[in-house]
């Protein structure tokens, strides 16, 4: 891992896991996207309506408000299946988890990843309080991921690999768990035009979700370099009231994209 990379981890790990602290201070679940949009509550990060179905929240019996720290909603256009096992690539607090364990079942699994300290802890918190027995949480970097080949049946990531400074390793790393045919879904930020050096070299730009944003056309060609196949943008939305806009600044957008890891042969 090169320096840039670990100064670069190191900048999202104290941001995230200020967040996870923020949130069990207060002794609830809401938390800073890390984002910069700010709501009438002095609460700052997107509500978790503007992304995900009412009644799929409701149904996890648990405050989700604030609970997102993501752009979007994968689990919607990943079609998962009972028994599936399915993996989420910086998990988070795990809302997108406990979601996909919905759909899976009990004779499912799902896997959260995230090299935050916090937010595992503030996870496996919620999950021990929903008695949330198919899920499970593990520390590690998305770029070296803690799980063995051809796994998992789906991949999922909300908002996160934007934040890699190694995105094509994180596309490796997914395509290498994936069982052949599996499938991948993601939520991101991605962005229309080039960033001034000044932002890339900027590390709260980075854990801000804005700094390591890169074109959708060069999201989908890492994805396809990996060895994905069949990878189409589902559809994107203005990201201004997700990550806001600076003057001067191309424009970001919240991104879905889906994907597949080719079967054998082919």
Not at 108 to 128: M, W, Y
Not at 172 to 201: C, Q
Request: net charge negative.
């Amino acid at each position: 891992m090169s320096e840039r990379t670990r100064t670069i981890h190191e900048a999202v790990r104290q941001r995230y896991g200020a967040a996870a602290k923020a949130a069990a201070s207060k002794g609830r679940t809401r938390a800073s996207c890390g984002c910069g949009c700010q709501h009438s509550d002095g609460a700052t990060g997107p509500a978790v309506e503007t992304f995900y179905d009412p009644g799929r929240l409701a149904e996890l019996g648990i405050d989700t408000s604030g609970l997102s720290m993501g752009c979007g909603d994968p689990v919607a256009i990943a079609g998962l299946k009972a028994g599936e096992t399915v993996l989420d690539l910086g998990s988070g607090a795990g809302l997108d988890c406990f979601l996909a364990g919905q759909r899976v079942g009990e004779g499912g699994r799902v896997i959260g990843v995230d090299f935050t300290v916090e937010q595992v802890e503030r996870a496996n918190e919620i999950s021990a309080g929903m008695g949330a027995r198919n899920v499970e949480f593990r520390m590690g970097p998305i770029e070296a991921l803690p799980v063995e080949d051809d796994s998992v049946d789906v991949v999922i990531s909300n908002c996160v690999i934007s934040l890699s400074p190694d995105k094509p390793s994180v596309f490796r790393e997914a395509l290498r768990v994936l069982k052949p045919g599996g499938r991948m879904s993601l939520s991101d930020i991605v962005v229309e035009g080039e960033f001034p050096p000044a932002v890339r070299a900027d590390l709260d730009k980075w854990a801000a979700c804005v700094g390591g944003a890169v074109e959708a056309e060069s999201y989908v060609a890492m994805m396809k370099e990996a060895g994905f196949v069949d990878v189409r943008v589902v559809d994107r939305a203005d990201a201004e009231g997700i990550v806001g806009r600076e003057e001067g600044m191309p424009r970001l957008f919240s991104a879905r994209v889906t994907a597949r890891k080719p079967v054998s042969g082919g």
